[in-house]
């Protein structure tokens, strides 16, 4: 089974499974600030799922194509919609800041939630 390694957890997921998806299940904070309630629910229209991964995953889709190929996301050719990736193998996920995760500033790593501990120190 695959594994994925998102904000300091590591869980195994079915092969193909859909990374937004399987991110949401384990309460992985996958959204910043409005769009959290604010965004189509993993249709790729609004495009605020937008994460690094490094692994194996499937190659992006046409409607992934589309939405990144417009701006803010164009600048980010290393970044997928994580609601139009499926799970091949072990995968590790980044997130940053910025409504549509857009942003320079990393919010969380695969190994750890950076704002979770940023607020504890």
């Known amino acids: 089974m695959p594994k994925i390694t998102a904000q300091g957890k590591t869980f195994d997921v079915a092969y193909e499974a859909n990374l937004r998806e399987a991110l949401l299940?384990?309460?992985i904070d996958l959204y910043n600030g409005a769009a959290k309630l604010l965004n189509c629910h993993g249709h790729s229209s609004c495009g605020s799922?937008?994460?690094?991964v490094e692994g194996m995953v499937s190659e992006p889709t046409e409607f992934e194509?589309?939405?990144t190929a417009i701006p803010p996301h164009s600048q980010h050719h290393d970044r997928r919609l994580a609601c139009q990736v499926k799970v091949l193998?072990?995968?590790r996920v980044t997130k940053?800041?910025?409504h549509?995760?857009?942003?320079?500033?990393?919010?969380?790593?695969?190994e750890q939630n950076?704002?979770?501990?940023?607020?504890?120190?």
């Open 96 to 98: 940053f800041d910025g």
């Open 65 to 67: 194509k589309l939405r």
């Open 25 to 27: 299940k384990r309460e």
């Open 100 to 110: 549509f995760g857009t942003g320079d500033d990393v919010v969380w790593t695969p």
């Open 114 to 121: 950076l704002q979770a501990a940023a607020s504890q120190s």
């Open 49 to 52: 799922c937008l994460v690094k």
């Open 89 to 91: 193998g072990d995968v």
